[in-house]
């Protein structure tokens, strides 16, 4: 489902992503990020970093799809919701070698 952004919403977007914004918030969630096999929720997240959930979720999604810094862990428990997640996770050190 495509949704209609205003203009301002894509403008602030550029914005930011030129002032180094996007950039900060992404290795401030990489910071509380521990190495393999850690693996959290996007709640969880937000409990360490203090930050919104849909900043966290955004800087996420980019952190796996675009710069392949993280990656998806097997399903598990959220240990604030309870609900059954993917959570996200460092790749292996030596992934590529598999």
């Known amino acids: 489902m495509h949704t209609q952004v205003a203009h301002t919403s894509i403008r ?3 914005d930011i992503k030129k002032d180094g914004t996007i950039g900060t918030r992404q290795r401030q969630i990489m910071l ?3 190495p393999f096999p850690a ?3 996007l709640q969880e997240l937000c409990e ?3 930050l919104p959930v849909n900043i966290v ?3 996420v999604n980019e952190l796996r799809e675009d710069l392949g810094e993280l990656e998806r862990a097997p399903a598990r428990k ?3 919701t309870g609900r059954t997640i993917r959570p996200v996770r ?3 050190p030596q ?3 598999f």
């Open 95 to 97: 992934g590529a070698l």
């Open 78 to 80: 959220c240990r604030i």
């Open 32 to 34: 509380v990020i521990q």
């Open 48 to 50: 360490l970093t203090g």
């Open 12 to 14: 602030t977007y550029r």
């Open 90 to 92: 460092r790749p292996h």
């Open 57 to 59: 979720s955004g800087r």
């Open 39 to 41: 693996d959290y929720s």
